[in-house]
């Protein structure tokens, strides 16, 4: 540090300004050649872990913080609540504030299901009835995106909280492609105006979760248990693994 100071003092700022700029040209020379050498480490062509998305491993990175943001608004999981599949995030995070559960299931057969309908046309689920939905990662799994989050609109009660989670950077899961069909990944812009066509804007939340770590883990089959909680904690924009949304029906219908 001192003979860099030194050389500072005594040349010109021409040559200052050449020396700086050899010394750049030499850091980006060691960065190529660094991630050159590093890039042998990534270049696979099946993840690590191929089977599952983490869950033979520990926790999957992805139900990580989906169950983030739904301690975040756990006050929001009260009074007559619908799930999904089954009721356990009802339980988990409403508790004794949930006074009714049902849940829902697009194909008969889930002994959990009290409702058998399809939240794209959702003719079977009454309007105006729940004080919560909690709707995590399912939009990806319904082609008409549209009419589900206008369904979603329905069925809650004025003032009513719907709190939906939607995949991000994800592989494809190929049971869902053969069952039902995998259609979309979405970004925190893409879910909000689509919220924002049916929603008040005031009314919409958005948030995104995940970074190139969480985003490599994740798609390689890693569980939260391989990673550091600043590994995950962290978040760039530009590399969103998760995103949620908290979604409020007006008190009156016709705001």
Known sequence: MIGKNLLRAVLPPPARSRLRSWQLRGERFLRRFKSAANLSS???????????????????????????????????????????????????????????????HVREGNPHATIVADLARGEQIPSDTFDCVLCTQVLLLIYDVRAAI??????LKPGGVALVTAPGIQ??????MEREGEYWR????????????VFPSERVEVRAYGNVVAAVAFLHGFAVEDLRRRDLEYYDPEFQVSIAIRAVKPEQTGM
Do not use: M, W
């Not at 089977?51 to 009260?78: M, T």
């Not at 979405?186 to 066509?197: Q, V």
């Open 186 to 197: 979405f970004t925190d812009l893409s879910l909000r105006r689509l919220f924002e066509e």
């Open 150 to 155: 206008r369904t979603l609109h329905r069925i």
């Open 171 to 176: 592989k494809l899961d190929r049971v869902d």
């Open 42 to 104: 990534l270049r696979r062509i099946v993840p690590l872990n191929p089977n599952d998305f983490g869950e033979s491993r520990g926790q999957c990175i992805d139900r990580y913080y989906i169950e983030e943001f739904l301690a975040a608004h756990a006050d929001d999981v009260r009074g007559h609540v619908l799930d999904f599949a089954d009721d356990a995030y009802a339980r988990r995070f409403g508790g004794s504030k949930v006074t009714r559960t049902d849940v829902l």
